[in-house]
């Protein structure tokens, strides 16, 4: 216990790493006790940063920062307004039509599990086909249930989304108009000398701006390149099945092996094991080999790279504490424990060294 009591004494009498703790745990409670009510100035703060660039770009040239802002934001508001009226309903469309066909989709793999015993006894036995048969049914039976249930709660989910089309405009507006003010008043509430937190919260902003447009660019290059693939292929429902695809990652690793397999099905149910079920999944393969090994390396080249282990170890963490939302933001969160990691004070040598080195 020794070592541990020194080490607290050395690090809890320096005041720059109370005060970066303190801050870390007040932001900490806040997000665990307020997620829910905070959740449209989340999503205005990444909306926020993902339009900083922009809006800077355009001060370059010389530009106004009020006529940039209110550009920018009239801009990003004509395109979500186009992909609401233009994709939304088409992708909602293609999402009935999938609905409708489930009872096919399971028909048709139930057939295919059946047939696994006969074509590998060694490998499968028909007991346990049976058991999974009966487990996919109750999963498709309490789908349906979900799905009723969102259903009823539809005018809610409604109104919740006329709230954010009001407020978040709005935050976003202000936060891009008014972003020095703002982080002038939160700091006139902190001491002076604060080197250490100033450092990680510069660190933090880099990085989380960075990661935003980054990932924005991705989801939609990922989308659009798959859109195009499925469309060359001849898949069902290419759209939502690239929205998807898109959104995958999101979550490193985890999404798009989850994807993969409504991806895989579909392909089977509409081409068997021909030629086209290859290609469908091919297609699929080769975008997501390229995304990881191409496209992320070049759109998240100032970001902190984040060993495989720590993105799943963070999302693993941050979702169980925050569910969804902590798994989308999972690493983000991850880049501010590396970029406090990163920050704090390394521990100075033990006496004897000094004396040794002295000598």
């Known amino acids: 216990m020794n070592p541990i009591n020194t080490w607290f004494r050395r690090h809890l009498n320096n005041p720059q790493v109370v005060l970066l703790l303190l801050l870390l745990s007040g932001l900490t409670l806040a997000l665990m006790t307020f997620a829910g009510i905070l959740l449209p100035f989340l999503v205005s703060l990444v909306i926020t940063y993902l339009l900083l660039a922009p809006v800077r770009l355009l001060e370059g040239w010389g530009v106004p920062r009020l006529v940039a802002v209110t550009g920018i934001s009239v801009g990003f508001l004509l395109a979500v307004a186009f992909l609401m009226l233009a994709v939304v309903p088409i992708m909602v469309q293609q999402a009935v039509d999938l609905a409708r066909n489930l009872p ?14 006969e074509q590998y006894p060694l490998l499968f036995d028909p007991e346990q086909m049976e058991e999974v048969i009966n487990s ?52 006139r509430f902190l001491p ?47 759209l939502l099945l690239a929205v998807l695809t898109g959104f995958s990652v999101l979550v490193p690793y985890i999404g798009a092996t989850v994807v993969a397999i409504p991806v895989a099905i579909i392909a089977y149910v509409q081409f068997g094991l021909g030629s086209g079920f290859f290609w469908a999944v091919g297609t699929y393969l080769v975008i997501q080999a390229l995304d990881g090994n191409v496209l992320v390396p070049v759109l998240f080249s100032e970001v902190v790279n984040l060993h495989p282990v720590a993105i799943i170890v963070a999302i693993l963490f941050f979702g169980g504490i925050w569910g969804f939302w902590g798994i989308v933001f999972a690493i983000p969160l991850a880049t501010v424990v590396q970029a406090v990691v990163a920050a704090w004070p390394e521990s100075p040598p033990p006496r004897s060294k000094l004396k040794d080195a002295a000598e």
């Open 104 to 117: 096919g989709i399971i028909a048709a793999i139930q057939i295919a599990l059946m047939e696994l015993p």
């Open 136 to 187: 996919l049914r109750g999963e498709v039976l309490l789908l349906g249930q979900r799905m009723l249930g969102w259903s009823v709660t539809s005018i809610f989910t409604l109104a919740t989304l006329v709230i954010y089309a009001v407020l978040v405009p709005l935050m976003v507006f202000f936060m891009l108009k008014d972003r020095e003010k703002i982080v002038a008043w939160i700091l």
């Open 192 to 238: 002076d000398e604060r080197p250490l937190a100033d450092r990680v919260w510069r660190d933090v902003d880099r990085q989380l701006g960075n990661y935003i447009r980054g990932k924005v660019m991705e989801i939609a290059i990922v989308g659009v390149v798959t859109y195009v693939g499925f469309l060359l292929v001849g898949l069902n429902f290419t």
